[in-house]
């Protein structure tokens, strides 16, 4: 099926730690996006990158790094986990909005990562 | 912060009934999304509305838009229980790029 892949979908880390989320999508899009999602926050953009080769800061960047490897696939890495990043991550990729194929985000279905 | 607000934060209703929810922002849009996020699911893309545009429908959604009060509101009639979700509103301010910011939703509750 068409869309937005996410893995792992669970992670448990100790603090220190580092890992890779990874995130691919299938249907041509030029523009991803990560968010994190905690209780009563609402999801805040980390990174994005707009085009195949070009990332951006989005909100809460501090402790992330993002690599667009291809058109397909944009990576989170967390170099040192801390408890503050439990949370669930979700990747998610468009069209460029004022693009005639735009119709909003596709979201992959997010990775529930908790360091202790 | 650049997010929206839902209002309210949680509703409940009776199955059929009509539910409306609402959503505030700060800073003038490209244009507006609402997304359903059901529980542990990523979110789904819904409608959206841009910002010329003052109201669109989609199935028993019908979404309004008033640049001037910088509000926007979601309607869903008839509403069953599998409309039980989370509703998030997403807003594309002007000059910031391809990204979008997301309120932190309205928990809808549908009593069959």
């Known amino acids: 099926n068409a869309g937005v892949t996410q893995t792992p979908k669970f992670q448990v880390l100790k603090t220190g730690q580092s890992m890779t989320l990874q995130c691919a999508q299938d249907?041509?899009?030029?523009?991803m996006y990560w968010y994190r999602q905690d209780p009563g926050m609402g999801l805040r953009l980390i990174y994005y990158?707009?085009?195949?080769?070009?990332?951006d800061k989005g909100e809460v960047p501090n402790g992330y790094n993002v690599s667009r490897l291809n058109k397909r696939e944009f990576s989170l890495r967390l170099e040192s986990a801390a408890p503050s990043q439990t949370s669930v991550y979700f990747c998610a990729s468009s069209e460029i909005q004022w693009s005639d194929r735009y119709y909003g985000y596709t979201f992959g279905s997010g990775t529930r990562l908790t360091v202790v | 912060s650049q997010q929206g607000e839902e209002d309210p934060q949680a509703l409940s209703i009776q199955e059929g009934e009509n539910a409306t929810m609402n959503c505030s922002y700060k800073t003038s849009i490209n244009n507006l999304q609402w997304y359903r996020q059901n529980s542990g699911r990523g979110l789904v893309h819904l409608i959206l509305i841009r910002s010329n545009e003052r109201e669109k429908h989609s199935g028993r959604l019908r979404v309004t838009l008033d640049t001037s009060k910088k509000s926007s509101s979601l309607l869903i009639t008839a509403s069953r229980a599998a409309d039980t979700a989370s509703y998030f509103c997403?807003?594309?301010?002007?000059?910031?790029?391809?990204?979008?910011?997301f309120g932190t939703g309205t928990s809808l509750t549908v009593i069959p």
């Open positions: 249907m041509n899009h030029n523009s």
């Open positions: 997403a807003t594309a301010p002007l000059n910031t790029g391809n990204q979008f910011y």
């Open positions: 990158s707009a085009s195949e080769g070009t990332t």
